[in-house]
Every structure is written in structure tokens, then in C-alpha cells.
Nanobody, 120 residues
Framework: QVQLVESGGGLVQTGGSLRLSCAAS????????MDWFRQAPGKDMEFVAT????????YYTASVKGRFTISRDNAKNTLYLQMNNLKPEDTARYLC?????????????WGQGTQVTVSS
């Protein structure tokens, strides 16, 4: 059974940084594209960033481009999201997800999420 477990969330002031991790277990996801999503209370789930299996392609939603960096360590079966210059509007629960390729629209695995709160 595949599990994705996020960690690294917390409370940070505006302008601060956090690094989220998503550790996979149960099988290797080295060939899978992996994504970060976020959901704020009362809002729809929002795509944040994606990375392909070889780390050769990354995409970001416009609001985080230049501030967030997605990366992965396939040897550790772990996905990361480095978040810099955080803003109050980044406050949300952040979830990771895995799909078979970056062109596949559906996701096979989801984590439970980690809360990020940015105070003004």
C-alpha cells in the first residue's frame, strides 16, 4: 500500500520560509510525476507545482513562481517544496500527489496534507 506523508508545515511570519517534505512508502515513485496542491478554508483545491520523474520539467502556478521551488530526491523517495517570501495568502493545507506521468490528468496517490499558516 502506497502512503504519502507530508511534513514541515507550521506557523511563520510574512516573508519567512518553510520547506515541506512528502515521503513516499510502499513503492518507489521515481518514475511518477509528483505535485503539490493547497487548499485554504472555504476555497477549492489549488494546483501549486509539479515535477516529472527525472526532475527535468517543473511547472508552477503564477502566484508562487519565483518564490517556491519544487524538487525531489528519488533515492529517498521524497518530494520537497521550498517556500520563500511567504505571504498570508499562502496560508492553506498543502498536499502532495503522484501521477504516472506529467501528462496524466488523474492522480493515483494523495497525502493527507500539512498546514501552513502565514501571519501578517
Amino acid at each position: 500500500q502506497v502512503q504519502l506523508v507530508e511534513s514541515g508545515g507550521g506557523l511563520v511570519q510574512t516573508g519567512g520560509s518553510l520547506r515541506l517534505s512528502c515521503a513516499a512508502s510502499g513503492r518507489t515513485l521515481r518514475t511518477y510525476a509528483m505535485d503539490w496542491f493547497r487548499q485554504a478554508p472555504g476555497k477549492d483545491m489549488e494546483f501549486v507545482a509539479t515535477i516529472d520523474g527525472s526532475s527535468s520539467m517543473t511547472y508552477y502556478t503564477a502566484s508562487v513562481k519565483g518564490r517556491f521551488t519544487i524538487s525531489r530526491d528519488n533515492a529517498k523517495n521524497t518530494l520537497y517544496l521550498q517556500m520563500n517570501n511567504l505571504k498570508p495568502e499562502d496560508t492553506a493545507r498543502y498536499l502532495c500527489a503522484a501521477r504516472t506521468s506529467i501528462s496524466t490528468p488523474t492522480y493515483e496517490y494523495w497525502g493527507q496534507g500539512t498546514q501552513v499558516t502565514v501571519s501578517s
